[in-house]
């Protein structure tokens, strides 16, 4: 099989069951979104983004792309933008972990690291990341750049829409009982969530948060500092639609880093934390016996362990 170019190695991630793992009854299929050219499903918004700025003429070759990022969204933008033939600039928090900066360097980005307002390395805040999200604004404007601004722009939830979620839908179809998944600007959870629910409404979609910063289930936050790098920034999130959340799961870092562990010795699938806190909010719906011993359970396995 020959592909045009890495743009079409995005999409059309395969599901693995995580049988190995979970050994109890029902079964969890996870989407290997870590397979994709930049190592994350933010590839998957990435292309839409930048697909959709040029066909709304907001985006033009040559022109600088400019995004605030914790990394993944930043690789997806490098690979999308490579192929396109547009410079990309990163503003990061230094916070993030420096892999994900050398990856973005190796891509040819230019990374700006910025520092932290509260959190410490390997755990940004959400004050960090307003703080870097204001600093790529004045940067983009100072350069003419497209700034993409993850977090309002529709273009990431319909990657998800029309991507992750009829393609969970149609790997399972009317066998699959739950979708869980956690929420970084609520891309994922959101556009998977609102396709799955306008195929079959029983499906139980339930979001999962870091436990210390409960704030879409509308806790106040207690630890901004927790491990789930990419997600849990405590923060309301535009694209919230809560008549979509069933449920609400926390994970700690502890779970999250045992799970991770798993994942890898188990499955063979070394992931990030964040995808670790999926698969253990899944294993945990199915324990709690309440959708029956044959459901099935499907989340996103969000990016690779190499981040890290
Ligand atoms: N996990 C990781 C590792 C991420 O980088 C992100 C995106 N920041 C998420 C989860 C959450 O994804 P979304 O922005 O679609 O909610």
Not at 25 to 49: C, H, N, T, W
Not at 71 to 88: D, R
């Amino acid at each position: 099989m020959v592909k045009a170019s890495a743009l079409d190695l995005i999409e059309n991630t395969p599901l693995v069951e995580l049988a190995r793992l979970h050994r109890g009854l029902g079964r969890i299929v996870a989407k290997a979104e870590f397979i994709q050219p930049g190592g994350s499903m933010k590839d998957r918004a990435a292309l839409y983004v930048i697909r959709d700025a040029y066909a709304a003429g907001k985006l033009v070759t040559g022109q600088r792309v400019v995004e605030m990022t914790s990394g993944n969204m930043g690789a997806g933008l490098a690979v999308v933008c490579n192929v396109f033939g547009n410079p990309f600039t990163a503003i990061m928090s230094e916070g993030n972990s420096p892999a994900r900066a050398k990856m973005l360097e190796a891509l040819g980005a230019k990374v700006i690291l910025f520092p932290q307002v509260d959190g410490s390395v390997g755990r940004v805040t959400g004050r960090d990341i307003s703080a870097v999200a204001e600093h790529a604004i004045t940067y983009a404007k100072q350069f003419g750049g497209y700034y993409v601004d993850q977090f309002n722009n529709v273009s990431c939830v319909e990657a998800h829409y029309y991507g992750t979620g009829p393609e969970i839908w149609s790997a399972i179809g009317r066998s699959l009982n739950a979708f869980v998944a956690g929420a970084g600007t609520g891309a994922t959870f959101i556009g998977v969530s609102r396709y799955l629910k306008e195929q079959n409404p029983a499906i139980l979609c339930a979001a999962v948060e870091p436990a210390g910063a409960r704030v879409l289930a509308g806790e106040p936050v207690k630890n901004p500092r927790h491990l789930l790098q990419g997600m849990g920034y405590g923060i309301q999130l535009p694209c919230w639609q809560s008549d979509l959340v069933d449920d609400y799961m926390a994970v700690t870092d502890e779970d999250a880093a045992e799970y991770r562990h798993l994942l890898a010795t188990r499955e063979g699938l070394h992931v990030g934390f964040s995808a670790a806190a999926n698969v253990c909010a899944a294993v945990r719906i199915l324990e709690s016996g309440r959708l029956g011993p044959d459901a099935t359970v499907a989340t996103v396995l969000c990016d690779t362990g190499l981040k890290y």
